[in-house]
């Protein structure tokens, strides 16, 4: 296993802070055996918890253009129509994917296609479960337009721990099934604009994983 390039700079500067922090500790309180164990023993949980948010597995790249994988691992938490009104402009099946602070949290792209459009848009940090957070939210927009035509939007949100949405892709960008496209810190959301004549694959409550859990099927 990886660790993803958004991490690497926080965990240097991290182990850099909390060495120092020990090492202070030592020479200040040098007697004081139980505190210094305790303060190693939650540096330690500290250093892994932020090691293990950062994790960046390898998977089995998908290749199906008939299937819609999810693009972020988490739980599926809404499946409803909705009517995308920024871009598509037309009803669609929303399938919410909310990301924990323990799940990866690399995304990927869920189909292989052409990158029509891109926009991020400056928000709030509503929780990631609340109904405005979709549209009110720090987010970015994507819509991918696959090899047969029909567009596919996926939205990036931020919540209230994940304050920083990174993306790897710009207008006009092929997007491969699988490939990575972005990445958010600490928990959040990312919502998918499927087609009304797909068939969903997934339940609420499911748990997904991105670029492995296929979430629809396109019509044939």
């Known amino acids: 296993m990886t660790i993803h390039k958004e991490g690497k700079s926080l965990l240097f500067w991290t182990l850099i802070v909390l060495a120092a922090i020990n090492i202070g500790l030592h020479q200040a309180f040098p007697e004081k055996d139980m ?3 305790l303060v190693l023993l939650g540096s330690i949980i500290l250093y892994l ?37 920024e871009y598509l402009r037309e009803e669609r ?9 323990i799940n990866v949290h690399v995304n990927r792209s869920p189909i292989t296609g052409i990158l029509k459009y891109f926009k991020y848009h400056p928000g709030k940090y509503l929780v990631a479960w609340h109904p405005k957070s979709s549209t009110d939210n720090e987010r970015t927009s994507l819509v991918i337009e696959h090899s047969s035509g029909i567009q596919l939007m996926v939205r990036q949100i931020a919540g209230a721990m994940a304050r920083r949405i990174k993306w790897y892709v710009g207008e006009g960008d092929p997007l491969v099934q699988g490939h990575e496209f972005g990445f958010i810190k600490f928990g959040s959301r990312v919502d998918v604009f499927i087609p009304t004549d797909a068939e969903i694959l997934v339940d609420i409550d499911q748990v997904a994983r991105a670029g492995i859990t296929p979430l629809a099927r396109f019509k044939s």
């Open 35 to 37: 505190l210094l164990n």
């Open 49 to 85: 918890a932020i090691l293990q948010f950062f994790r960046n597995p390898a998977i089995p790249l998908p290749d199906d253009p008939h299937l819609i994988y999810a693009p972020a691992d988490g739980k599926v938490v809404a499946i409803e129509k909705t009517f995308e009104e």
């Open 93 to 101: 099946i929303q399938v919410s994917i909310f990301m924990s602070p």
